[in-house]
């Protein structure tokens, strides 16, 4: 199978030193910089930047750091909560609206919205119904400018009941209904609602233009962890290499396979290992899956 991988900075979460994600008690070793250096250590086709590393720099700046490195930037990663009533709901597009023109200006064709969190003031279909009106109109201007916005089957808890199960995704980019809005397969999401990922990918397809590789297994009971996201079950979870957790991969890559799909894959690595070690380690293991199929 012929696909182009990339790789995200936020593979060094665990051990950057600056803007992380998920609260650690350990101090980092990584600064951004490094970070896009080590990216460009590992013969992968481009980078998926996230915004919250990078929302004090300008785009010049954060081009100019993927040139160094070798890549060009294919998406770049923010949040945007849109789930939210009309006239809440105007500032969070004026957000949205700079964020489509900062990734424009770095050259990347495609960035990946998370569109909104679940709140308990109102019923969920409704808040789902202002994130499809918020992204319609969000889709029109990434269009107009000649960029897509994605979003993908999410596993962020606070987003999950808004976006996590392959159908709602489905229905929501049909509710959306432009070319300036398209789908995120992710491999590992399914787990965290309880669907099935290879069934998951079946109902999404038609509106997938992203995939996103990685794989997860579940913590034991009192396992002591310190990086994991709960599913609904109440099972959780934790990063690991992505030939090494429950996802059988294979079947997914032979289905992409058949669908005819050739675009960028984006691979994850969210376990606790040093990324100069696991990330050449998990490169070498897609490319193998991939050779594969």
């Not at 979460?13 to 970070?35: C, F, K, L």
């Not at 787990?191 to 109902?203: A, I």
């Not at 894959?265 to 990324?275: D, I, R, T, V």
Request: include cysteine; charge should be negative; glycine fraction near 8%.
């Amino acid at each position: 199978m012929q696909c182009r991988i990339t790789m995200t900075e936020f593979n060094a979460d665990w051990h950057m030193i600056e803007g992380i994600t998920q609260p650690r008690e350990h101090a980092g070793t990584y600064s951004r910089e490094q970070a896009l250096e080590l990216c460009g250590t590992l013969e992968v086709d481009g980078l998926e930047l996230m915004a919250q590393y990078w929302d004090d720099c300008t785009p010049a700046y954060v081009r100019a750091l993927a040139a160094d490195a070798g890549l060009p930037i294919i998406s770049y990663i923010f949040f945007v909560d849109m789930a939210l009533p009309p006239e809440a709901r105007a500032a969070a597009i004026d957000d949205a609206y700079a964020q489509i023109d900062r990734f424009a200006e770095m050259g990347a064709a495609l960035g990946m919205i998370i569109p909104g969190v679940a709140k308990d003031d109102w019923p969920l279909e409704q808040q789902q119904g202002w994130m499809v009106e918020g992204l319609r109109v969000c889709a029109e201007r990434a269009h107009s400018v000649g960029v897509t916005l994605i979003s993908e089957n999410v596993d962020y808890p606070p987003s999950r009941a808004l976006m996590g199960r392959g159908a709602v995704c489905r229905d929501i980019c049909a509710q959306v209904d432009s070319p300036g809005f398209r789908l995120i397969y992710d491999t590992c999401a399914s787990l965290f609602v309880g669907e099935d990922p290879l069934e998951t990918l079946q109902v999404m397809a038609p509106h997938v233009a992203h995939v996103h590789i990685k794989n997860s297994r579940p913590l034991q009971p009192g396992e002591p962890w310190p990086r994991y996201f709960e599913a609904d079950s109440g099972q959780r979870y934790t990063g690991t290499d992505i030939d090494a957790g429950v996802v059988d991969l294979p079947p997914i890559l032979a289905e992409l396979d058949r669908l005819g799909y050739d675009g960028y894959m984006m691979l994850e690595y969210q376990g606790l290992e040093e990324p100069d070690t696991a990330l050449p380690r998990n490169v070498a293991a897609l490319r193998r899956l991939l050779a594969e199929v």
